[in-house]
């Protein structure tokens, strides 16, 4: 999932906020590397989510784009020597190119769907999965 600047590429599944900031997804097997360089030639980075608007607007893109269930990458990462926190909704991970000041993220944002694994010593990458439920609503959570 990208976010792009104010002009979306044509032929991509996008969403845009009324303040003009804009996401779309891009149907690819690929590694989260990979998924940042493709956001990079789009003019764009991987997607961050910083409230729960951004998210049902990610949600209801994705949604559209491909069933569940899915993985999409987002600008989820925890660096090396970045412990994990279960403590904390993003359990240590961070937004990738949302500044050096940490931000405060929602409890609501902290939904997983299996704990990230315990450790300090490794980068690690988390994507937003989609799953769906026994009544057919999609469920949603990061999954390292």
């Known amino acids: 999932v990208c976010a792009l600047g104010r002009s979306p590429p044509p032929r991509d599944a996008v969403r845009c906020q009324t303040d003009g900031a804009c996401f779309s997804a891009h149907l690819a097997d690929g590694s989260y590397d990979v ?3 493709d956001c990079g ?18 949600l209801g893109l994705l949604e559209e784009v ?4 899915s993985l999409f990458w987002v600008g989820l990462k925890r660096n090396p020597f970045t412990c994990t926190d279960g403590g ?3 359990r240590g991970f961070s937004w990738e190119g949302a500044g ?5 993220v929602p ?3 902290g939904r997983w769907v299996k704990e ?8 690690r990458c988390a994507g937003l ?16």
């Open 66 to 69: 491909r069933p569940a269930p």
């Open 41 to 58: 030639r789009r003019r764009g980075s991987l997607a961050w989510v910083s409230g729960e608007p951004e998210l049902r607007l990610l």
């Open 35 to 37: 998924a940042r360089s």
């Open 116 to 123: 990230p694994v315990r450790s300090c010593l490794i980068h």
């Open 107 to 109: 409890a609501a944002l």
């Open 129 to 144: 999965h989609l799953a769906a439920t026994p009544d057919g609503d999609p469920s949603w959570g990061w999954k390292e």
């Open 100 to 104: 050096a000041a940490p931000r405060e």
């Open 88 to 90: 904390q909704p993003l």
